[in-house]
């Protein structure tokens, strides 16, 4: 048997004929890999993913040049969504038709159905893995339709191949209510489990393939979607109905789906614990001059994700993440000598404010936290100079953070352990005013002085000019993802508990960060707000967003919080890095970036005019 890993990473040029494709075990083991799996595995590209673009984490310079790389390739498509550009001629990020970023999701499922169609055909299939297979485009096709539900809300259900025969009728299918879409998520999953392995033992040639854990996590997700205000009986989509006057949302909240989403993050926790899930911890490699504990702290925080395939990682992708050089600012002197060494990928100073103090509250309400002067210029100093160089003019913002401040965010001022220097005793520091991370030009520069560290391994570097990567693939789900979103639903369920706080106390536990109650009760100004189900859902919200902050989670969270909007009235804010003296004194000057569009009709998004048109059943997105 040809390696499967191959075909997950490879995607055929050219659709072989039916027969051809299901002639033996090889060949349709390579349809169900190379074809059903093929836009899963694109997923991985954040550049595609509305989670990341569109979350507000992650910004790009407005003023690119045309044959810049992101621009030039069209990867800024996802960026533009929140500048306005989004509209109904020509859609950003359409995944019903592929234009833009998309990805033609409805293809992918109609290889699914013809798979499930075809499957029993290769004689030489056992019946053990016949039926894997089956679970697996079971699973897939399931996926994309979520996809589509989380963009698109109700949306037709493709649920078998339609011959190429098919009546007008036939193909002009209706969006069926917001309901009947996850119902029949969660029936496909459901038919999927018992034939899908709990863990993949062969490495070498399935990673990347579905596992019953990966789909219990996807389960728990799709029904605390479900349960989530967005589709919830929102009030904002009450009068939204089919061509026939079928209403397509529910007409008033559901608390019950909250408790059935419990259920469902329960029975995903107990698979992965049985599986061996568990937090990721550094191990340090050979090669490493010198590290404190505080940096320890820092790599196991950012190898969660930068470590491909360890035990916290429930999903993980195949592609490797191929943006490092967006992401990364320019440790050194070395990083100047590397053409189209980008760093466009810039986080708003409101990203950062995002993330605790060291005393695991919002800085806004630590009772010890100076946040009236928190744009000040001061000098880093014992206290935190793990994390930020002693005696470097910095923003006072960036001193006394919890720790995974430092590690997913890059400043001025903030040491690097790693890009060849892995001597904790003398780090390199970053120098955005006038040092390797200021503006090289007008398209080697971050817009706003702060870049997702997080993304980018210690062991990358630059070095004999070029930018050497350390890859690793894009990890889709991680093991405390599924704890939140287990407290999150045991809160909106029945609001605080002893359960919800232990979830969520894992988490910051791993952090350094005492728990939710002993934070609060003495270094928060509203000592109280873990004891009610709002401000625990409040917490809980900012827990999240922290924990997976640049993982292509958030924008979606936002979303299905009915939040996104609140998030985006606020103008993009960075400090004035094109500062022509090159003076701190300059640099650390408020700067608007842009100030983002983003409004109601946002939540979800529209389809292209032309495709209703071909289909007059179909009703377009709400205030489209």
């Not at 960026?79 to 293809?107: E, I, K, S, T």
């Not at 695991?360 to 160089?389: C, F, L, M, S």
């Not at 958030?554 to 003076?583: I, S």
Request: hydrophobic share 40%; net charge negative.
């Amino acid at each position: 048997m040809l390696a499967c890993k191959k075909y997950l990473d490879v995607i055929p040029d050219d659709v072989a004929t039916l027969n051809s494709s299901f002639a033996n075990e090889n060949e349709a083991q390579a349809y169900l890999l190379g074809n059903c799996y093929a836009n899963l595995q694109r997923l991985s590209d954040v550049c595609r993913n509305a989670g990341f673009t569109t979350s507000g984490e992650v910004i790009i310079p407005t003023d690119l040049p045309s044959n810049q790389s992101l621009k030039g390739s069209g990867q800024d498509a996802g960026f533009n969504l929140l500048r306005g550009f989004q509209n109904v001629q020509n859609p950003l990020f359409n995944f019903w038709d592929a234009y833009n970023q998309g990805l033609n999701l409805w293809q992918s499922i109609r290889f699914c159905n013809t798979f499930l169609d075809n499957v029993n055909t290769p004689p030489d299939v056992t019946v053990t893995e016949r039926k894997r297979w089956i679970a697996e485009a079971k699973f897939l096709k399931a996926y994309y339709h979520y996809w589509l539900i989380r963009m698109y809300g109700p949306i037709p259900i493709a649920d078998v191949a339609l011959p190429v025969n098919a009546t007008t009728d036939q193909v002009r299918q209706k969006q069926l209510p917001v309901d009947s879409c996850f119902n029949y998520v969660v029936h496909l999953i459901d038919e999927a489990l018992p034939d899908l392995p709990p863990s993949i033992q062969n490495v070498i040639t399935e990673d990347g393939r579905i596992t019953a854990t990966i789909a219990l996590a996807v389960k728990a997700e799709v029904l605390a979607t479900e349960a989530s205000p967005l589709f919830n009986g929102n009030p904002d989509y009450s009068s939204f109905a089919n061509i026939d006057g079928t209403k397509l949302f529910s007409a008033a909240p559901d608390k019950a789906k909250w408790q059935k989403a419990a259920d469902a993050c329960k029975a995903a926790i107990d698979a992965a614990n049985a599986s061996g899930a568990a937090l990721y911890q550094f191990v340090a490699q050979s090669g490493i001059a010198h590290m404190t504990d505080s940096t320890k702290l820092l790599l196991t925080l950012q190898g969660a994700v930068t470590s491909s395939w360890n035990t916290e990682q429930l999903w993980t992708l195949n592609p490797y993440f191929g943006y490092q050089i967006q992401a990364s600012p320019r440790v050194n002197a070395l990083a100047t000598t590397v053409y189209n060494f980008f760093s466009n990928f810039s986080v708003p100073i409101g990203e950062s404010e995002l993330f605790y103090t060291n005393n695991g509250v919002p800085i806004n309400e630590d009772k010890t936290w100076d946040y009236p002067n928190r744009y000040k210029v001061v000098q880093g100093d014992d206290a935190n100079g793990h994390y930020v160089r002693k005696g470097y003019s910095t923003n006072k913002g960036n001193l006394n953070r919890e720790a995974r401040y430092y590690a997913d965010i890059a400043f001025d001022g903030s040491t690097w352990f790693g890009s060849s220097n892995t001597d904790d005793n003398n780090p390199d520091v970053i120098n955005a005013v006038n040092g390797p991370a200021a503006p090289l030009d007008p398209i080697a520069y971050n817009a706003t002085g702060y870049w997702a560290r997080k993304l980018v391994p210690y062991q990358t570097a630059s070095a004999n000019n070029s930018f050497q990567t350390f890859n690793y693939s894009w990890p889709f789900m991680r093991l405390p993802a599924l704890w939140l979103l287990y407290a999150e639903c045991l809160n909106e369920a029945n609001g605080p508990s002893a359960a919800v706080y232990t979830w969520v106390d894992q988490v910051r536990a791993r952090a350094g960060l005492p728990g939710i109650q002993a934070a609060w009760a003495q270094y928060s100004r509203t000592p109280n707000k873990p004891g009610t189900q709002d401000g625990l859902r409040q917490i809980i919200h900012q827990e999240r967003r922290i924990e997976l902050a640049f993982e292509g989670q958030a924008g979606w969270d936002l979303r299905r919080w009915k939040e996104l909007q609140n998030v985006l009235v606020n103008p993009f804010l960075g400090w004035n890095v094109m500062n022509e003296t090159k003076t701190t004194g300059q640099y650390y000057n408020l700067q608007t970036v842009y100030q983002p569009q983003f409004g109601l009709r946002d939540y979800l998004f529209p389809i292209q005019k032309a495709d209703m048109l071909y289909n007059p059943n179909l009703v377009q997105t709400p205030y489209w």
